[in-house]
């Protein structure tokens, strides 16, 4: 009866391990293959539970999900000969398993391997046409599609789509960076004397524009002065002869005491004989 215990658990967990290794699961972010023997028996599995025969068939699992392949630095000369440092990524998929796993045996490394060499020699070729300028202020746009394009015409017969290059940086090696930055350094002053001989050129017309007004103002307000100055004149001449001619003896005396302020002013001590009309006022007060 024990023997028998014994035989009957044996033959279950032969059939559970056997049940078990027959049932395989499928999950949407994944290819898989049916190989038999190392052939491909079918690879169109929807995700869920299917069903293989045990020991005979081999499951192969591929991710379908987009892949990252972050290339190392690498160096390319530009169509001025000119050596520059590129860090760039790719991303890729697997769109394909039966032919990812005939053309690399469903290894990813030697996918990556690959795809790196396919995206350098496309990078090399559309950057030896291209000058630095280009690369580093141009539209990267078109030189990621021609790359895009023959990456992909290409890796078609490994079942791998090439989804995106993106680059990351462009650096110039150390000797290339001093040339370069003397060139942009001497192009800014270039720039910057060119501004600054316009800038005083423009200052000098400006200088010149407002000495020609000053002149102008002043010619004006001189011709304005001398005018008024005139008129003026002849307001007071007017006024002294009218004032002259109503009270002449008080206008004589008046100018005659101003002449004699003016002459007599200070300190001064004038020893003279006072002969003359100047003086008739000394000699004849009385005088008219």
Do not use: C
Request: hydrophobic letters at 40%; aromatic letters at 8%; charged letters at 30%.
């Amino acid at each position: 009866m024990g023997a028998r215990l014994t035989q009957i658990i044996v033959l279950a967990a032969v059939a559970l391990v056997t049940l078990s290794s027959a049932i395989f699961y499928v999950d949407e972010r994944e290819h898989v293959l049916l190989l038999r023997l190392g052939e491909v028996q079918r690879a169109d599995y929807e995700p869920g539970i299917h069903f293989k025969i045990p020991f005979v068939n081999e499951v192969r699992r591929f991710d379908n999900r987009t892949l990252l392949l972050d290339s190392s630095p690498s160096r390319y000369l530009t169509g001025e000969m000119k050596n520059v440092i590129v860090d760039s990524f790719i991303l890729w998929r697997i769109v394909d398993p039966e032919a990812f796993f005939t053309s690399m045996s469903g290894d990813e490394e030697n996918a990556r391997l690959r795809l790196g060499q396919i995206i350098r020699d496309g990078l090399r070729g559309e950057f030896g046409r291209r000058t630095i300028q280009q690369l580093v202020s141009g539209d990267r746009s078109e030189m990621v599609r021609d790359i895009m394009r023959e990456a992909n015409r290409i890796s078609a017969g490994f079942g791998i789509e090439v989804t995106n290059v993106r680059i990351k940086r462009i650096d110039l090696p150390s000797e290339v960076s001093t040339s370069v930055f003397a060139r942009m350094e001497a192009e800014r002053e270039r720039v910057a004397m060119d501004l600054r001989s316009r800038g005083a050129e423009e200052a000098e017309k400006i200088r010149s524009d407002a000495d020609r007004q000053r002149i102008v103002i002043l010619a004006e307000a001189e011709r304005s002065a001398q005018t008024l100055r005139g008129e003026g004149d002849a307001i007071a001449s007017n006024t002294y002869a009218n004032a002259y001619g109503q009270n002449q003896e008080f206008f004589s005396l008046y100018r005659r005491l101003n002449a004699y302020k003016n002459v007599f002013r200070g300190d001064d001590l004038l020893v003279i004989d006072p002969q003359g009309e100047f003086f008739n006022r000394f000699s004849d007060p009385l005088a008219r």
